[in-house]
Structures are given as C-alpha cells and as structure tokens.
C-alpha cells in the first residue's frame, strides 16, 4: 500500500491516471504500472525506433514477476497516439526488439545479459531490482521509508538515443555512471 501523502504527490506531479484515483488505494504491483505507463509518457524514441506513426511501443515483460498482471492492463493504453503493446517474455533467450523493456525480479541474477542483449536498441529498460540504473539499466524501482519511488539514469537512456523529459528526471534519484557487480 501507498501512504496518503505519497498518493498526492503522484496525482500533483501527474503521475496517476483519474481511474486509479476514482478507486480504492492502489496496491504496489498497480503503483508500479501507473509509474510505468508515465515513464513512457516522458520519454522520446528516436523517430528510427518506429517503422510509421502508427506503430505502436512495445513493452516486453521479462521473467517471472509479480508486477506482470498490473502491466498487462497497459495494454491497449494509448501515449502520444501510439497503442501500447505488452507482451510477456518468459526467458531472455525469446526477447525481441521493444520499446520498453520491464525486467522481471526473476531476471536479478542474469541482469548483464539481459541489459547485453538490448544493448544497441533505443528500449528504456525498467526493473524492480535494487540498484538497477546503477547496474546500466534506465529506471530501477526502489523503496524510501513506506514510499515507492525510482532512481533513474540519464546516462544509460542518452547512451540509446532516449530523450527523458526533465520532469521525469527532478521526480526520481539521479544515478550517474555504472557501478557494475552484482550486489
């Protein structure tokens, strides 16, 4: 569950969609769907990540996840006119190019070649895993107290050719650098 305070904070900064807020308080694998869905709504891909206008952003869901159902329900979701498609990636070894790459806790132990293998695509990369955008990943979740919030690097999105918009970048932890290792 989400404090009340943190709950303002997402709906001042835009951050929750009106049907979470018309409901019951989200849990946290919804929370991190709604974070989700607004991190592609402050990122730019390349115009080469699309073939046409119409195409719509690919989310892969890698591994095994407790947050896979709540990203399911972003599919068919529209941002900047694109449809979201979310598709579930059992193992590394079936990844195809996406647009937005959610990789599962299940993948912690195997995080170098997942981020090896989306190297070189623009994907903004985004795991529930601790010290994630540390690692090379884009966007790691992470907990402050009871609060969800993220650490992000800009670094590792301009590195893809991803534009991540400054409201994004002054609402989560600035990681700088790869620390590499596992933790």
């Known amino acids: ?75 068919g979701k529209k941002v900047s006119g694109r449809r979201v498609v979310v598709r579930k990636v059992p193992v590394l070894a079936g990844l195809e190019r996406c647009h937005v790459l959610f990789v599962g806790a299940s993948e912690k132990k195997a995080l170098a070649p997942v981020l090896l293998a989306a190297q070189g695509w623009p994907v903004l990369t985004v795991a529930d895993i601790e010290g994630f955008a540390g690692r090379g990943g884009t966007i790691g979740f992470i907990r402050q107290d009871d609060r969800i919030g993220f650490e992000i690097s800009e670094e590792a999105a301009r590195k893809v050719g991803l534009k991540v918009d400054a409201k994004l970048l002054y609402l989560g932890k600035s990681v700088r650098g790869s620390q590499g290792g596992e933790r």
């Open 1 to 75: 569950m989400l404090p009340r305070g943190a709950l303002v904070v997402l709906i001042l900064a835009g951050f929750l969609p009106l049907p979470v807020l018309a409901g019951a308080v989200p849990g946290e694998a919804e929370v991190k769907a709604a974070f989700v869905f607004n991190f592609i709504k402050f990122v730019e891909w390349p115009s080469s990540a699309f073939h046409s206008p119409e195409d719509p952003i690919l989310l892969s869901v890698l591994g095994n996840d407790p947050n896979g159902a709540a990203l399911a329900s972003l599919d």
